[in-house]
Structure formats: structure tokens, C-alpha cells
């Protein structure tokens, strides 16, 4: 519970924490938003580490001349692409065998059965599709990866919505983040983005739910 809380304050102290980054670390700070979106994106252990709201802030940062738009942006888009491709490999060289076990500590099978329900609800366009669902996002590429989803399929998808990801939230963050009335309420239009982007979750859990209780009638 208190790790929750932790990452919460952080969460919603982003533009604090990241100023004080930029400022202590200078070019360290740019191997510190890679290393966070990869491990977001590419390690299906992580499916708790911000992501929307993370891009929201670098791109209003950006505004502000913390972080180099162009240099920072192609950066994430990198990560971005790689961490799906990593999370593909695992999900291909591992497989099921991680969730064995149900009541595994790190493994979700929940999340992984409503990744391959998506999955196989949208083939490809999951890849991209995906990217704009926490958790979904995360373990969608090892789905694939454990369907043996064709390689180059995949790559292409996940090039684009890799690319469409990063853009649109570093654009939004970069356009808005440094307006007066966001930059005074950036907490709570941090707090409104994670909400939005949890809807589609939470509205894919409670369809699961009556799904699975009309079924078990």
C-alpha cells in the first residue's frame, strides 16, 4: 500500500520531479525517460509505471525548454519501439509457462487473457490500438509474441503506433502543458489524463464480468 501511495505522488508530482531530474542530471535525464518508457512498454513485470501521463509531461516540459522537443521525442518513439519488440520476444521464448501459476507474484494471467481477448478481437491493429490502454499496452506485444504473430506484421504496427503514441501525448503535453490555466492545474489535469486512460480498462473488466456471470448461468 505504501509503494501505491509512493507512485502515486510521484505520479502526480511529475513536473516537480522531473525539473529536478533535468536540472541535477542534465543529459543523464534523457537516459532516465528512455529507460522509463522501455521498461513501461517492454517488461510485462511493469505495467504499473506511468506512461500517458509520463509523455503529457515531457512534452509540456518541452515547452518550457527543459528537454529538447525533437531529440527527446525521437528518443521515447525508440524506446517505445523497442520495448514492444523486447516484450514480443519474451512473450514468443516464453510463452504461457510464466503464468502457470496463477497466483504468480509478477505474472497476471488476468491481464494477459483480457491482452489475448483484445488480441484476438482486433489481430494487428491490437499492436496499435493497444498502445493507448494502460496495461493493455504492456502485455499486448507479449501476446502476440506468444500467438507467433508474423514478425513483420507486427513490426509494422508496432512502428506506428510506437510513432502515433509518443506524438500525440508529447504534442498534447507540448501545446497545452505550458498554458497558464494547465501549467497552475498540471496536478489535476495529470490526475483527469490517468483517469480517462484507465476507462477503457475498467469498462473491459466489467464487460468481462457480466460476460462470465451471464455465461455462468
Known amino acids: 500500500m505504501q509503494f501505491i501511495m509512493a507512485l502515486l505522488k510521484f505520479v502526480l508530482h511529475f513536473d516537480a520531479h522531473l525539473r ?25 513485470v511493469t505495467p504499473f509505471i506511468p506512461g500517458d501521463s509520463l509523455l503529457f509531461m515531457i512534452g509540456a516540459l518541452t515547452a518550457s525548454g527543459i528537454f529538447s522537443l525533437v531529440p527527446v521525442g525521437l528518443l521515447l518513439i ?20 510464466a503464468f502457470h501459476n496463477v497466483e504468480a507474484r509478477f505474472f497476471w494471467k488476468d491481464n494477459l487473457e483480457k491482452a489475448q481477448a483484445f488480441y484476438r478481437k482486433w489481430g494487428g491493429a491490437a499492436i ?6 494502460p496495461i493493455i499496452r504492456t502485455f499486448v506485444p507479449f501476446a502476440a509474441g506468444i500467438g507467433k504473430m508474423n514478425y513483420g506484421k507486427f513490426l509494422a504496427w508496432n512502428l506506428a503506433g510506437g510513432f502515433a503514441w509518443v ?15 494547465v501549467r ?3 496536478t489535476a489535469f495529470v490526475f483527469g489524463l490517468i483517469v480517462l486512460s484507465l476507462i477503457p480498462v475498467v469498462v473491459g473488466m466489467m464487460n468481462s464480468r457480466i460476460t462470465r456471470g451471464m455465461e455462468s448461468r
Request: contains cysteine; hydrophobic residues 55%.
Open 167 to 181: 506524438s500525440l501525448l508529447m504534442g498534447c503535453g507540448f501545446l497545452f502543458g505550458d498554458v497558464p490555466f
Open 20 to 44: 529536478l531530474i533535468a536540472t541535477d542530471y542534465g543529459m543523464w535525464a534523457y537516459f532516465f525517460l528512455f529507460v522509463m518508457v522501455f521498461c513501461e512498454t517492454g517488461l510485462v
Open 78 to 97: 525508440c524506446a517505445a519501439v523497442l520495448g514492444d519488440t523486447v516484450n514480443y520476444h519474451i512473450g514468443s521464448f516464453i510463452g504461457p509457462r
Open 128 to 133: 496499435f490500438l493497444g498502445r493507448f490502454m
Open 184 to 186: 497552475y492545474n498540471i
